[in-house]
Every structure is written in C-alpha cells, then in structure tokens.
C-alpha cells in the first residue's frame, strides 16, 4: 500500500506537470482575426486605403520593403508602430465604429499616408 506522502507527492506533481502543460497552450490571439497586408515601399503604403468591416478587430501586416526604418503612426487608431527596414510587423486593431482612421509614416510623412475605412 502506498504511503500517504508518496501518494502527496504524486499529486503535487502531476498538478506541478498540469500547470507546466497549461502553459504550453498559447493564449488566443488575433490569428482568428482577418489581416491586411499593407506594402511600404519608396517611403509609400500600398494600398493607401484599407477597407475593414466596421465592429470587428483585425490585424495589418506591415511589410516594409524598404532599407530604412519606417513607422505606421496613428492618432486616430491610437497605434505606432515601428517596421526595420526589409522587416514585418502587426498592428492589431478594432473593433472600430464607421469612419475613417488616417495614419502615416512618420519618418517620411510626405509621402507615407493612408487610410482605414470601416464600414
């Protein structure tokens, strides 16, 4: 018959080998959310204008094929985002109410500009 401290023992670690296993499991994430693919290149975005359904989240793939640094910078969507140059990032967004969000990037704000529509 197995002694009381070894069968504590054995809980104790099969409930220290469940919180491990708990763990293991990644937290959901916007991966269920759809994603935008957005360009950078010669300091613009492509496309200028992402259409997105107005009350749901989502995710923009931020692509920068350029050599230097860029930032998606927005005010209105509350984000910044920094993208190495030849580098990828996301920005989760949403859910947002009808309108449009601009945003630029903010090291070549000249010519880096665009736009959210939710609708």
Do not use: W
């Amino acid at each position: 018959m197995a002694s009381p401290l070894r069968f504590a023992g054995f809980s104790a670690a099969f409930a220290l080998a469940a919180s491990f296993a708990l763990l293991a499991v990644p937290p959901a994430r916007a991966d269920d959310a759809p994603v935008y693919k957005l360009i950078i290149k010669d300091h613009k975005f492509q496309p200028d204008t992402i259409e997105v359904p107005a009350g749901k989240k989502f995710v923009i793939e931020v692509h920068n094929q350029d050599d230097t640094p860029e930032e998606f910078d927005s005010n209105a969507l509350h984000r910044e985002k920094i993208v190495r140059g030849g580098g990828t990032g996301n920005v989760n967004l949403g859910p947002l109410k009808a309108g449009s969000y601009p945003f630029i990037g903010e090291f070549h704000e000249s010519t880096a500009k665009g736009k959210v529509v939710a609708k």
